[in-house]
T-cell receptor, first 107, second 112 residues
Framework: GIQVEQSPPDLILQEGANSTLRCNFS?????LQWFHQNPWGQLINLFY?????KQNGRLSATTVATERYSLLYISSSQTTDSGVYFC?????????WGAGTKLIIKP | SQTIHQWPATLVQPVGSPLSLECTVEGTSNPNLYWYRQAAGRGLQLLFY??????ISSEVPQNLSASRPQDRQFILSSKKLLLSDSGFYLC???????????FGPGTRLTVL
């Protein structure tokens, strides 16, 4: 079946820094989503992005479906950005999840 | 928009005891419903999904079962918990034919 890989697995940054998280998927997918899981466990939808680029405040995402990858950009990081970022690829009606990138933003 | 409720938020149970976790959804009708488990805060494992009342598909053979007695109610159960059942259980809802899933706050289960 389809596989989703994320990199890096862990990332520690100083507040104010920028970061890029990557998600590779092994086959064509119907869609791709990015989620943020905060330290309390709540999963929050960030982007629903089958292709192209979307922006929401300091966050933006780009998916290049033909090359089977997606990137999540975080600019001017804040401590509240800490947590685990997941990408998930939709195939049929199931989400296939990456293992996540654990992001720690230090004040 | 959809709101997904889960309870309890945390649960500590002895090995061999039964389990019942409940998930209810507001703001939509006939959703696809999902149970996930997350161990050690990394990676979500799909346990069950349902496309309608009484329709349950299992992804991973295990000690757990799921039921959907009503359109917007999804229940995760076990007759006898194992230590390996410990984890963070998340319920999700997605509209049939749409791509986005929305998640409840989760239940943190510890089996001792």
């Amino acid at each position: 079946g389809i596989q989703v890989e994320q990199s890096p697995p862990d990332l520690i940054l100083q507040e104010g820094a920028n970061s890029t998280l990557r998600c590779n998927f092994s086959d064509s997918v119907n869609n791709l989503q990015w989620f943020h899981q905060n330290p309390w466990g709540q999963l929050i939808n960030l982007f629903y992005i089958p292709s192209g680029t979307k922006q929401n405040g300091r966050l933006s995402a780009t998916t290049v479906a033909t090359e089977r990858y997606s990137l999540l950009y975080i600019s001017s990081s804040q401590t509240t950005d800490s947590g685990v970022y997941f990408c998930a690829a939709l195939t049929n009606y199931q989400l296939i999840w990456g293992a996540g990138t654990k992001l720690i933003i230090k004040p | 928009s959809q709101t997904i409720h889960q309870w309890p938020a945390t649960l500590v149970q002895p090995v061999g005891s039964p389990l019942s976790l409940e998930c209810t959804v507001e703001g939509t009708s006939n959703p696809n419903l999902y149970w996930y488990r997350q161990a050690a805060g990394r990676g979500l494992q799909l346990l069950f999904y349902s496309v309608g009342i009484g329709q349950i598909s299992s992804e991973v053979p295990q000690n757990l079962s799921a039921s959907r007695p009503q359109d917007r109610q999804f229940i995760l159960s076990s007759k006898k918990l194992l230590l390996s059942d410990s984890g963070f259980y998340l319920c999700a809802s997605g509209l049939a034919g749409a791509d986005t899933q929305y998640f409840g706050p989760g239940t943190r289960l510890t089996v001792l």
